[in-house]
Every structure is written in C-alpha cells, then in structure tokens.
C-alpha cells in the first residue's frame, strides 16, 4: 500500500473479503497462531448478548482502572471513530498503533482471506498483548459461538440480555439465539448471566457447556425499589431511585453493596460486571463502586445532552427489546414539553416489531433517509409503517440532518427530541449536535 493512513486501510479492509458476515474460527485462528496472539496471557472476560454488551463492557472497563488496572478492551461497532473499537487503560488506541497491527495481520496472513471484523479482531488482540494490557475484556460482535473473539478462551464469560436478532445469522427463536450465544462459554469457568429472564435454552445451554452458571435473580442480585428480580427478603427500605447487588462472593456467600443511584445504564448490566469484577479476583467491596458507575456514560447509549433548552436523548436502540426498554426510560424521566422521534434504521431489523410498541409515544415523528447507506430502510417506507399503525405527525427529510433541523424548527425549550433507530443513525446525529453546541458556547 501507498497509503499506509488508517482510512486508507479500513477502506481497504471493506473491500478486501467477499463477505461481510462470514462467521468461523479456522481462518481467523490460523492467523492468530502465526501472529503468536494465542493462548492469550492474561485474564479474559468475554461479553456476548444482544442488548447490553456495550454497557457492561464499559462498566467493567471503568472498574477495572478504580482497581488499578490496565484493561485492553475491544467493543464494536464504532460511532465516530474506529479507534473506539480498541482501547488500552482507558485510552483509544493511536492510529499509528492500528496500523502496525493491520500491517503485520497482513503479513502473516499470506493467502488467508479475513473479513473486516477479523481483522479487527487480530489487531485489538496485537494491540493489547503490544501494550501489556493485563486483563482483556472483548464484546463478541455476532453471536458467539462462531464469532472471531471466540478464538479466545474466556476465563469469564457474560452472557447479557438476549432478543431476537440477526435472524439470518443466528436463528428464528430465542432458544436458538441463546445456544449460539452460549457458544464462547469453556468447561468449569463461570459465566455470568445477568439476562434477568434468559430463554430456556440458555439455561440448557450452560449446563450443557459445563460452565459454572450464575444467574442473576437466582446466584447473584439486583435489588431495586419496586419489583426487579424474585428476591427472599424485602428491598422496601432501599431509597427511592436506587438499586443495590447481592454479589456472590469466593467464599460462597453473599454480599451487598451500598445503594447506587438508578440512571441511564441498566442496572441488569452494571450487576453482572460487577460479579464478573469479582470472578476476576478483585473485591468490589474495596472499591468506591457509587462513585466508580455514576461516572460511565457510554456514548449513544441513552446519552442526554442539553442545548439551548431542549432535552436530546441519543439511544442505539435497534431491535423490539430495546426499545422496550428506551420506553421505560422515556416514561420515568421527566418532560414537560413535546416528545419528538427523530428515527431511522436499517431494513434488515424487525420495523414493524420496532414501531408498534412506540405508538401514542411521540408527539410526531421526523424521518429520515440515508443516502449512502444501502442497509438503511427508506424514510416512506417507514412513514407507511406509521401510518398503518395510526401516527399521522410525520415528516419525511432527505437525510438526517434534514430531519434534526426540521424537528429543532419545531420544537423549544422545554421539549425533548430523541433520536433511535440504529447505530448510524446515532452517529450521523452526534457531530450536528457538537456543533450546535460549540455555536451556543461562542
């Protein structure tokens, strides 16, 4: 290559494979052994799920460096930028860095194809043994059992809420889905499961493995006020807004810890990186864990920003169960305004399974196109979606920033306009957003 700039290999990473998706271990593990990346040397946690990985990956990030650690960890996908896929001690991995790694992932590879999400994978791997991460935690990217990061032996494994996803992929049922997920766990290592009502099959799935299974509801807790999981004896004096883990701790019994204001970050995903953090060794006693969790705020996920008076929640909220769960958020926080969408997604998900539970949620609705993205639906053809199910308050832009100006043209202080549907859709937002503020700052 001329170009040796980080575009300039992620550009030729997309078009180097013929496939996209290609699912296997043969190739990507061959070319890990060559590279010497495996068997890695330090502890691993392995994150698979449907909803959820991305917040409990950063909350055990956060808890690894209060520990004093220095954490490799690897999620996926990027919003802004692909260094966000790779960071070391809290940091994003340096471009230059990235490209060694593609460079010698490359040279190793001699005849060997690898898709993009390969290569991804073999250079966080580079990066972090490069760096002297000391521990490792790596969000599977899709499903699990076939995934790239399942080239890695997981000393513990998380496995967090699971839906209906990537059907082509990973199956028709959740039983099914569940199965594929389960595929990163190993015989007599723990897996947490922190999905708080786990298909039957993931239970099948985990005895089945050999795996030592905490489940949470039933080995480990998340107490809120109100009613979260099953629990022997009353969390009535918790106060209001607040949850509190029952870990199971090495010695078998149970522990608690002090109550933790409810926020934006599920309490389900907080609890199981905190029982994985104790699976590792590390006492979540010894740390400030209120203080530690009140300061992750993963980017896209429920994310609030506040300019020139009105509310933006950003949440990447892409399958039915997720959005379940941004509309319990919207309900319980406060707005004394309108409630606008500004909405796009990807042909490929569930729309109909997205749109119906969000009816009567919104003001109006501001739809949009994506251009240069030939997975995203069309903007009417969502509209006709709507409709059907009985929203009239729609508008139709172009492309994203069309329908944030549109919406913002309509709205004040006071509302709130929240912005869903994908990844992209997030990622397309966000820059607008900054500069929006930056011009409200000058």
Known sequence: MTD????????RLEALHPREIDLGLERVGAVAKRLGLLPVEVPVVTIAGTNGKGSTAAALEALLLAAGRSPGVYTSPHLLRYNERIRVAGNEAEDAVIVRAFE???????SISLSYFEFATLAALWVFRDAGADVLVLEVGLGGRLDAVN???ADVAVITAIGLDHQDWLGDDLDTIAREKAGILRAGRPAVISDSAPPAGLAAAVAESGATGLFLGRDFFCDRSGSFCDLSDSVSDLPAGSWQ?????ADGQHYRLPPLEEGALLPANLCGALQALQLLGLDPAALDVPAVLSGVHPVGRRQQRKIAGRDYLLDVAHNPQSIHKLIEYIDASDCNGKTIAIFSAMKDKDLPGML??????????????QPDNPRAATASGVADLLRAQGEFMISVSKNLRQALRRAQSVTEAGDRLVIFGSFFTVAAVLPLLDRDEDRGRA
């Not at 883990?245 to 701790?249: E, H, K, N, T």
Request: proline share 3%; aromatic share 10%; charged share 20%.
């Open 151 to 153: 080239i890695v032996d």
């Open 245 to 249: 883990a029952r870990l199971l701790g």
């Open 356 to 369: 119906r539970p969000l009816h009567g949620c919104f003001d109006a609705w501001f739809l949009a196109d």
């Open 4 to 11: 040796t700039s980080l575009s300039a290999w992620l550009g």
């Open 104 to 110: 010698a992932i490359d040279q190793a590879r001699e």
